[in-house]
């Protein structure tokens, strides 16, 4: 009876589907366990073997905790809407919809031949209008809704227009624009619909304004600052912009010390809780206003260090701060609007990365210390952000390096205020134990005593006061793309009016093309039936558009991280059509107990879905304010690339080995190529491509050898291996237990597709243990104490393992036990029917083929996992080596009750002593009681 794999997982793969048996129930008398993915966008390329890596640890602890007698769920869906997808369309004139249909059945293909424990009934798709009508909600919800800083939470915006309507808008203490203006109780019923709504607009969380955007003008679209890598987009390498536009925006600042304080109850990885800690950037200090030389305006600063402000040498603005334009003079005009304009081609994440670089121009014009009066010159700087803070600083560079370099590389008069700081030496490492020099009422002060007296000053002088700022910005939430949620909104004078919920989805719409339009507009522009009738309340043919009862739709969609923000949620509930998730499944799942995802999320989707849930949470949807209790970061399986070598200047490949002094270009080869010996097939690279046909390879031996590199495995990389030949060729079970055997969950690690024939030769073993003459045969007999012993102990290890999620030694701890119960020619049911669980999680198809000859009907899913018993541990006996004059001869197993007089009366009267010693009598015997016996001559 052999171990037909192909034959064992097609035929179980089929039962869980036909039978559901991964199908989880909101109601049970059972405990709950929430184990999520994140969940993958389903490209083109399909899987290769690097994505499963996560997939497969949280199915092993899924399907373990089925066995502890856990309620599981274990959900999979799709993040559909995407950038990929459209580009595909651009180019094809394939409607997104198809490919995405296309590439989702490749995917659930491709995870089924696995064998995930996946709840699929409960499977959602982010482009899904079933799904996305749930997002269209929760934006309509965040619309109606503003930031209470008094209560410290978001309530209705009804409850805000009581307040206005009674006492105006003087005590609110909310989170809201920069710029409001105060009025009253009666100015605000005097107001007209259109200015209430203006006015409203600046307090709600989701809000439209104009706002600093990474624009890519041959995507047609804005990206997020994680889309765009090195200065270009990660999707083409295209040129990337900054510029102003209209676009909604989430007001995600509002939650800002809430997102930090929610970190110290999440059991998450500290890195990632310290990128968003760095991401949130809470900082203390004031908010100090400049008057300007000749205008009326004034240059707002935000400053941790106000006690430094007798140290400002000069000021800088952000290029694109909205001041730079009217303040310039007319000899620095030309200069100025240059630097604006090359500024603009630099993202923000290369202005801040880049720490060496120092430019700047100066307007002309000058700032007046609220202080002293003397005048301050303003430059402008790429060195500051104008989304960050307020787009300006003041310019110590006695107490800043940064502020210091640009001084002096443009020769601006340094003043410095710290006693005992050679500033000409840039000796800035202890500022906060120097003492304020040079004004009147800091002279002498430490750092703290000078803050709180600084702040002081300002406040009484009226022109600051002391300020809490957050280094995170309100969210970006329009994209200038297709393929994305089509936002609930209709435009009505130009504002913003939400569509009730009864009408939802509002469904994306056919277009014929997938770019911007040739005036400028988002794709959705092109669409011929994107109006809403007020009156049918349904979509309409723009041609009826009359600005009284139709009107025209957004045209912008929601940004790819809308879909990922909520979707664990929807999962306990995905066929509800009523409610975005009922009170009696939330109240039952509660949170995910265990999320399994990348940390290349951790300021992007980690953070944007624990302030959608902190939002609902404060609604009275949701039942707790943090979604996931435990995360896990997996790291990456990197792949072996192979490199050929072209001559520059000439179709010419050299051999690894003859490159020498020559000049040449390493291009990536398929590694389908390369043999195990690193030889490249070399007709099959000449086929790959037409202009590789004519190519000349000069051979080292005959032969051409390749360069290898370890790098991140990557279809762009030609170097990913396809989790389907695998386990066409060694089964599902061994690719499951290779990937969890190379190395620790958590850390990067090479894939080396040979080493996965060990893990297939281990199931053929274990397979064998349950195999008598050829056929499947297990005895009923009692197991020995070592046959128990194997057994236990391999049950508290992988017990141990699966909690500490060190499932690599949990594989290295079977091996040792089918080894172990071989060599005994163990074939007793007591020990191999638990056995046969305890390997299910890891390598189901197999266990579950066991489980089934070993006389069961039902699942061995279903099955409790067995019981540690500390008692078959317990040591009875001991071999002692036994060693004449330190060199070991013998071994013998003796009680370890016995006495030492005991045990040297036994090992005195062996006979195998007798022959050591020759009748002759030692001179000590040397006994340690469970260790050694040394009997010396």
């Not at 192979?642 to 291009?667: C, H, M, T, W």
Request: proline share 5%.
């Amino acid at each position: 009876m052999e171990y037909n794999f192909r034959e064992i997982e097609a035929n179980w793969q089929k039962y869980w589907a036909d039978n559901q048996t991964f199908k989880a129930t909101n109601k049970s008398d059972k405990p709950k366990f929430y184990v999520l993915d994140m969940f993958p966008y389903p490209s083109g390329a399909g899987l290769h073997v690097g994505h499963p890596l996560g997939y497969i640890a949280s199915d092993i602890y899924a399907r373990y905790k089925r066995h502890k007698g856990y309620n599981v769920l274990h959900p999979q869906g799709y993040d559909s809407f995407g950038l990929p997808a459209e580009q595909y369309a651009i180019q094809t004139g394939q409607h997104p919809a198809i490919t995405t249909e296309a590439n989702i059945a490749t995917y659930r293909k491709q995870l089924d031949k696995i064998g995930f424990s996946f709840d699929w009934s409960r499977e959602v798709r982010t482009s899904d209008p079933t799904y996305y009508k749930w997002t269209q909600w929760i934006f309509i919800q965040l619309f109606n809704s503003w930031y209470n800083k008094t209560s410290d939470k978001a309530e209705d915006i009804s409850t805000l227009i009581s307040i206005f309507e009674v006492e105006g808008n003087a005590a609110v203490k909310a989170a809201c624009d920069d710029e409001i203006t105060i009025f009253s109780a009666d100015d605000w019923k005097n107001y007209s619909e259109e200015e209430k709504q203006h006015i409203l607009l600046k307090y709600r969380l989701t809000f439209l304004s104009e706002t600093e955007v990474n624009w890519c003008p041959a995507l047609g679209t804005v990206l997020a600052n994680d889309e765009i890598v090195n200065g270009v987009s990660e999707r083409g390498g295209h040129t990337v912009v900054r510029k102003k536009m209209m676009q909604w925006s989430m007001r995600i600042t509002a939650y800002a010390q809430r997102l930090l304080d929610g970190l110290a109850k999440i059991d998450w990885p500290q890195p990632l809780k310290d990128s968003q800690t760095y991401w949130i950037g809470r900082s203390e200090g004031a908010m100090v206003s400049f008057n300007i030389d000749g205008f009326e305006d004034k240059i707002d600063v935000f400053t941790t260090r106000p006690d430094t402000i007798f140290g400002v040498s000069f000021m800088t603005l952000a290029p694109e701060h909205e001041l730079v334009t009217k303040i310039t003079t007319t000899e620095q005009k030309e200069a100025v609007e240059a630097y604006v304009k090359a500024t603009a081609k630099r993202s923000e994440l290369e202005r801040m990365a880049d720490v060496k670089t120092i430019s700047g121009v100066f307007t002309g014009a000058y700032a007046l210390h609220p202080f002293t009066g003397e005048k301050v010159q303003i430059w402008i700087g790429d060195y500051v952000l104008a989304g960050y803070g307020t787009g300006a600083v003041m310019a110590v560079p006695c107490g800043d390096d940064r502020d210091y370099a640009f001084a002096k590389h443009f020769g601006i008069e340094i003043i410095n205020i710290f006693e005992d700081v050679d500033i000409s030496e840039e000796a800035f490492t202890d500022k906060e134990n120097s003492v304020i020099a040079n004004s009147d009422f800091l002279n002498g002060l430490p750092y703290k005593k000078a803050m709180k007296t600084i702040i002081y000053e300002i406040e009484k002088r009226g022109f600051g006061y002391g300020k809490i700022n957050y280094r995170l910005r309100d969210a970006v939430f329009s994209r200038q793309r297709y393929w994305g949620e089509p936002f609930p909104v209709y435009y009505k004078n130009g504002l913003p009016q939400m569509i009730d919920k009864q009408y939802l989805p509002i469904v994306l719409p056919e277009v014929e093309k997938y770019l911007p339009t040739e005036d400028g507009k988002p794709p959705l522009g092109n669409a011929t039936t994107w109006a809403w009738d007020t009156v049918k309340n349904a979509v309409v043919s723009n041609e009826l558009i009359n600005n009284e009862t139709v009107f025209p739709l957004e045209l912008n969609t929601m940004p790819g991280w809308a879909g990922s923000s909520s979707y664990f949620n929807r999962y306990m509930d995905p066929e509800n059509t009523e409610e975005f998730v009922s009170k009696e499944a939330v109240e039952y799942w509660q949170d995910v107990d265990l999320y399994i995802g990348g940390s290349e999320h951790a300021t992007g989707h980690l953070l944007y879905s624990r302030f959608w849930q902190k939002f609902l949470f404060d609604k009275g949807i949701l039942p707790v304010d943090e979604y996931a209790k435990k995360l896990i970061n997996q790291g990456m399986i990197t792949g072996t690339s192979a490199f050929v070598y072209r001559v520059e200047g000439e179709n010419k490949f050299v051999s690894k080995g003859l490159i020498g002094d020559l000049k040449v270009q390493p291009i990536h080869s398929d590694v389908s190529f390369v043999n195990a010996s690193d030889e490249l097939d070399i007709e099959a690279f000449k086929n790959w491509r037409e202009e590789y046909k004519d190519a000349e390879f000069v051979l080292e031996d005959g032969k051409y050898i390749v360069g290898r590199e370890v790098e991140k495995m990557s279809k762009s990389k030609y170097n990913v291996v396809n989790p389907d030949q695998i386990c066409e060729e060694y089964g599902a079970d061994s690719l499951r237990l290779f990937e969890m055997f190379l190395g620790p969950l958590e850390q990067s690690k090479p894939w080396k597709t040979s080493g996965i024939s060990g893990v297939y030769s281990f199931l053929k073993k274990l397979w064998k243990l349950y195999i008598v003459d050829g056929e499947f045969s297990v005895s009923d007999e009692n197991p020995t104490p070592e046959e128990l012993k194997t057994l236990h102990k391999t049950i508290k290890k992988v017990e141990e393992d699966i909690a500490n999620f060190s499932f690599n030694t949990s594989v290295s701890t079977f091996m040792i036990a089918v080894n172990e119960l071989t060599a005994l020619k163990c074939n007793k049911r007591a020990i191999l029917e638990p056995l046969a669980i305890i390997i299910e999680p890891y390598a189901p198809h197999i266990a579950e083929e066991l489980w089934k000859n070993l006389g069961h009907t039902t699942s061995i899913s279903t099955a409790d996992f067995p019981v540690f018993k500390p008692e078959y541990l317990v040591e009875n006996s001991k071999e002692y080596p036994v060693s004449f004059n330190g060199k070991m001869r013998f071994k013998i197993e003796l009680p370890l009750n016995l006495s030492i007089k005991e045990i040297e009366e036994i090992v005195m009267t062996h006979e195998k002593t007798q022959e050591q010693l020759q009748g002759k009598t030692p001179k000590k015997v040397i006994i340690v009681p469970g260790k050694i016996i040394n009997i010396v001559g």
